[in-house]
């Protein structure tokens, strides 16, 4: 995997998380992947973004496609890169990938900067927007690579 995404630890995979055919329900593919989202935005906004700067994010437009059955036995990571950026948004990239490097699913989405006290969209604070913009440099070239981002729900012509 490339150095310039950040790579989560494998991310549980709870019992709960099952349904009726076994595998791990389309809810919970989007739970791991904002799990490994959370993750990869913790030295970008840092560890006192809510409650000591009173800023936050939303989550905007969120698009999944379900590749491949995950169970309770694998072993999930999240590839988290960071595409595009504003003054008030970032849109990112999530890829759950199996231990064996099987693609499981891929989810793409926007953050909105949020104010905790007003509830309304604001401009991120400038070293948070500098770092998200280091970020989305970074992961240019992997995000590049995605032919997937930007797709939109259609049936498939076969």
């Known amino acids: 995997m ?18 009726h055919n076994g595998h791990v329900n389309m809810a919970y593919h989007l739970v791991l992947a904002d799990r490994a989202l959370e993750m990869a ?14 800023m936050t994010t939303f989550a905007g437009d969120v698009h999944i496609r379900y590749l491949r059955e995950m169970t309770i036995d694998d072993e999930i990571r999240g590839r988290v890169m960071l595409v595009e950026s504003d003054a008030k948004r970032v849109i990112w990239a999530v890829e759950l990938v199996r231990s064996d490097g099987a693609l499981v699913s891929s989810i793409e989405g926007n953050a909105l900067s949020v104010s905790v006290e007003t509830r309304k969209v604001t401009p991120f604070p400038d070293d948070v927007r500098a770092r998200i913009e280091e970020t989305v440099a970074r992961c240019r070239p992997a995000a590049a690579a995605l032919d997937w981002l930007g797709r939109r729900v259609s049936m498939s012509k076969s």
């Not at 490339?2 to 349904?19: G, R, W, Y």
């Not at 935005?41 to 009173?54: E, H, L, M, S, T």
């Open 2 to 19: 490339n150095d310039a995404v950040f790579v989560s630890p494998p991310l549980p995979i709870e019992p709960a998380f099952l349904d």
């Open 41 to 54: 935005f913790v030295p970008i906004k840092g560890a006192d973004y809510v409650d000591g700067r009173g």
